[in-house]
């Protein structure tokens, strides 16, 4: 996969999780999820979907299910959790679901970001989405990097592209793409 343009990575200081879409999910937005689920190998018996507005999307581990809410479409925000489309969204649940049947899923939630991180990125593996796709979660799963840049417990040193990108905060990102560095 080629390196992203610049002008696309996009860090908030507060990390992700932002405004995204709130409308109630109709029935065809459900057979559009499901679609998605099953085109990247997800069983039909390990999805739900909440229809009410402003409903959130997640794995449960209790069900052992995913429950697609109304965020499941992208929002007007910014930052790259807030605007990954829907078939990157299914995707990341997908490998959630997937992480915890292997066992592999930091349940610790002090390392949930790391986890996340991680989801994203396995999530890139998934043969039925497009390459701007899996940029989302990879975008994504830096941006939750990048929250965890100065966490004691994870003596990294990222170097290279990823340092770079890492170290960007939205200041710096709007003033390059802005100016065209």
Same mark, same amino acid.
């Given at each position: 996969?080629?390196?992203?343009?610049e002008w696309v990575i996009c860090f908030l200081p507060d990390g992700p999780g932002g405004p995204r879409a709130h409308e109630p999910l109709t029935e065809v937005d459900a057979r559009k999820i499901?679609? !998605?689920? #099953?085109?990247?190998?997800?069983?039909? +018996? &390990?999805? %739900?979907?909440?229809?009410?507005?402003?409903?959130?999307?997640?794995?449960?581990?209790?069900?052992?299910?995913?429950?697609?809410?109304?965020?499941?479409?992208?929002?007007?925000?910014?930052?790259?959790?807030?605007?990954?489309?829907?078939?990157? !969204?299914? #995707?990341?649940?997908?490998?959630?679901? +997937? &992480?915890? %049947?292997?066992?592999?899923?930091?349940?610790?939630?002090?390392?949930?970001?790391?986890?996340?991180a991680l989801t994203s990125l396995e999530a890139t593996r998934y043969l039925g989405l497009t390459?701007?796709?899996?940029?989302?979660?990879?975008?994504?799963?830096?941006?939750?990097?990048?929250?965890?840049?100065?966490?004691?417990?994870?003596?990294?040193?990222?170097?290279?592209?990823?340092?770079?990108?890492?170290?960007?905060?939205?200041?710096?990102?709007?003033?390059?793409?802005?100016?065209?560095?």
């Amino acid at each position: 996969m080629s390196e992203p343009p610049e002008w696309v990575i996009c860090f908030l200081p507060d990390g992700p999780g932002g405004p995204r879409a709130h409308e109630p999910l109709t029935e065809v937005d459900a057979r559009k999820i499901a679609g !998605v689920w #099953a085109m990247l190998g997800g069983d039909p +018996e &390990r999805v %739900d979907v909440d229809h009410r507005s402003g409903t959130t999307t997640a794995y449960d581990p209790r069900t052992r299910k995913v429950r697609f809410g109304s965020d499941v479409y992208p929002g007007l925000g910014r930052s790259p959790n807030e605007a990954m489309s829907m078939p990157a !969204v299914v #995707a990341h649940e997908l490998r959630h679901l +997937e &992480r915890h %049947d292997e066992g592999v899923a930091f349940d610790d939630a002090d390392l949930a970001s790391a986890d996340e991180a991680l989801t994203s990125l396995e999530a890139t593996r998934y043969l039925g989405l497009t390459t701007a796709e899996r940029w989302q979660l990879i975008w994504d799963a830096l941006q939750r990097l990048h929250g965890l840049r100065n966490d004691p417990r994870l003596p990294i040193e990222p170097t290279g592209f990823l340092a770079r990108h890492l170290r960007m905060g939205l200041t710096q990102w709007v003033e390059e793409r802005d100016h065209g560095y």
